[in-house]
C-alpha cells in the first residue's frame, strides 16, 4: 500500500467516518500487517453482530501489544474503530503518547492540570500537526497565570481538524481565534475571556454549551460579571445550550444569578436574536414560563427549543411562529411532603416491609436523568403502582438501580425481602 493510497484513505475516512469506509481502511492496514487493520476489523464486527469472548480476547491482546507502556495510562478505554476517541491525561504523559504510533490517531484529548502543565502540554502539542485531532478539552481547578497567549496561538495551525473546544474550571485562555472550531463548551464563566472583550472572537463557533458554575449553580455563584453586562462575542453563533444550569434544590424557581433569572439574562443578549436552536433546563412555575415566553417572542429565527429536563410543574402549552418543541415528562414521583413510609405488601412473606419513602423521592431529581431506560421505566411503574400493585421484579430493579442511595431507611431490607420471596410473575402491593 503506497502512503499516497493510505492518504486517500485515510482523506476519505476524514469526509465520512462511517463503518464501510472503516472497512475499507481496515483491509488496507491488514493487507500491510498493520495491526490498526485488524483492530478495526474487530470493533467493526462487534458493532454489527455482537461481543463474544473470543473476540474480546483477541482485541485486549491486539491492544496491549500496539500500545505496550501506554497500555499504563488507561488510554486503551478510549480506542475505538482504530482511533483513540477521547484520552484523558495527566499533561506530563502527553509527551509518551505524542511520541508512540498511537498519537497519529487521536481524535478526543482531555488535558487536566494547572496553568502552566497545561501550557506545557500545547506546545508539545504544538509542535506537531494533529490532522485526527477533533476536540481538545482542558480542566484546571487551580488558580494560576492564564496561559501565555503565543502559546495557545501556535496550536491553531497544529490542530487543523479542531471542531470542539472545551474548558472546565478557573481562567485559563484570553483568546484562541480558532477558525475551525464549531463548538465551545464551558463550565465556568470566566474560563475563557475570549467570548468577552475587544479581542478575536472565536469567528466559526456556531455552539455555545456553558455552565455558569461548576457544581450545578451554588448558593453563591462565581459568574463572571462580565456575562451579566456584555454582549457575548460569537458572531457565527446558532445554538445556545443552557441546559446545565439547574438549581441546587429542585424545588427551587428559576435560577437567579446576580439578581436576574436565566431568562432575563437570555433576554438581554442581543445574539438572541441570530439563534435558531435553544437547549435550557426544566421550568418550574409559571413566572418561568411567562418570562422564557416573552424571550421567545423576541428570537424570530428559531427552529427549535428543547427543555432538557422534566420538573413535578407541568409545562402548559409553548407558542412561536415557527420553533418546535421537545418538553422532557414530568417527573413522575409525588411531591416532597408527601406520605412519609411506603409500605409492601409481599406475597408469602410473613409481615408487609416498610421503607421511608421521603429518601427515595429526594434522591430521584440528582439521579433520573443519568438512569437507563429499563431503570426509568421501572421507576415510572413505581410511582404510578402507589395504591396498586407493580411485578416484584420492576420494583426490584428500580431499587437496585440506586444502589447505595437506598441503603437506609428500610430499602436495604426491603430489597433483601424481594429477593428472598421472589417467584415468576409475583407482584406486590405498594400503599401509603
Not at 88 to 108: C, M, Q, W
Request: proline share 6%; net charge negative; hydrophobic share 45%.
Amino acid at each position: 500500500m503506497t502512503s499516497s493510497a493510505t492518504e486517500q484513505l485515510e482523506g476519505a475516512l476524514a469526509q465520512s467516518f462511517d463503518h464501510a469506509t472503516l472497512a475499507v481502511y481496515a483491509d488496507h492496514l491488514q493487507a500491510q500487517g498493520d495491526v490498526r487493520g485488524e483492530l478495526i476489523a474487530i470493533d467493526l464486527e462487534i458493532a454489527q453482530r455482537g461481543t463474544t469472548a473470543t473476540l474480546l480476547t483477541r482485541r485486549s491482546e491486539l491492544l496491549h501489544t500496539w500500545l505496550g507502556r501506554l497500555v499504563a495510562f488507561d488510554v486503551a478505554d478510549s480506542f475505538r474503530f482504530g482511533f483513540l476517541e477521547r484520552v484523558e491525561l495527566r499533561p506530563e504523559y502527553l509527551a509518551a503518547l505524542l511520541a508512540h504510533p498511537a498519537g497519529r490517531y487521536v481524535r478526543g484529548l482531555a488535558l487536566r492540570g494547572s496553568n502552566r502543565e497545561l501550557e506545557a502540554a500545547l506546545a508539545a502539542l504544538a509542535a506537531g500537526t494533529h490532522a485526527w485531532l477533533a476536540t481538545l478539552a482542558l480542566r484546571n481547578w487551580n488558580d494560576d497565570a492564564l496561559i501565555d497567549i503565543a502559546v495557545a496561538a501556535r496550536i491553531i495551525p497544529a490542530t487543523p481538524a479542531l471542531a470542539r473546544l472545551e474548558l472546565r474550571g478557573v481562567p485559563m485562555l484570553d483568546e484562541l481565534p480558532h477558525p475551525h472550531v464549531r463548538e465551545l463548551a464551558l463550565t465556568g464563566t470566566n474560563t475563557f475571556n475570549g467570548i468577552y472583550g475587544d479581542g478575536p472572537p472565536l469567528p466559526g463557533a456556531r455552539v455555545l454549551d456553558i455552565a455558569f458554575d461548576e457544581d450545578a449553580i451554588a448558593e453563591e455563584p462565581t459568574v463572571d460579571r462580565r456575562l451579566m453586562v456584555s454582549e457575548l462575542r460569537l458572531p457565527a453563533l446558532t445554538a445556545l445550550d443552557l441546559s446545565r444550569n439547574e438549581p441546587l434544590d429542585p424545588e427551587d424557581g428559576s435560577f437567579i444569578v446576580r439578581g436576574q433569572s436565566l431568562w432575563s439574562f437570555l433576554g438581554h443578549q442581543e445574539l438572541r436574536r441570530q439563534l435558531t436552536h435553544l437547549k435550557l433546563p426544566a421550568l418550574r412555575n409559571d413566572h418561568d414560563t411567562a418570562e422564557l415566553m416573552d424571550v421567545l417572542a423576541s428570537m424570530p429565527l428559531l427552529e427549535h427549543v428543547e427543555l432538557a429536563r422534566g420538573h413535578s410543574y407541568e409545562v402548559p402549552t409553548l407558542y412561536h411562529a415557527r420553533a418546535q418543541f421537545t418538553i422532557a415528562s414530568p417527573w413522575p414521583w409525588p411531591a416532597r411532603g408527601a406520605a412519609e413510609h411506603l409500605r409492601v405488601t409481599i406475597p408469602g412473606a410473613r409481615a408487609p416491609e416498610q421503607a421511608q419513602l421521603h429518601i427515595a423521592i429526594a434522591a430521584m431529581p440528582d439521579v433520573w436523568a443519568h438512569l437507563p431506560d429499563d431503570a426509568r421505566a421501572a421507576w415510572t411503574a413505581v410511582w404510578g403502582a402507589l395504591g396498586g400493585t407493580v411485578p416484584l421484579d420492576t420494583l426490584l430493579l428500580a431499587i437496585e438501580a440506586l444502589g447505595e442511595r437506598l441503603d437506609e431507611g428500610g430499602w436495604r431490607e426491603l430489597r433483601e425481602a424481594l429477593i428472598d420471596h421472589r417467584v415468576p410473575g409475583a407482584r406486590v402491593e405498594l400503599t401509603t
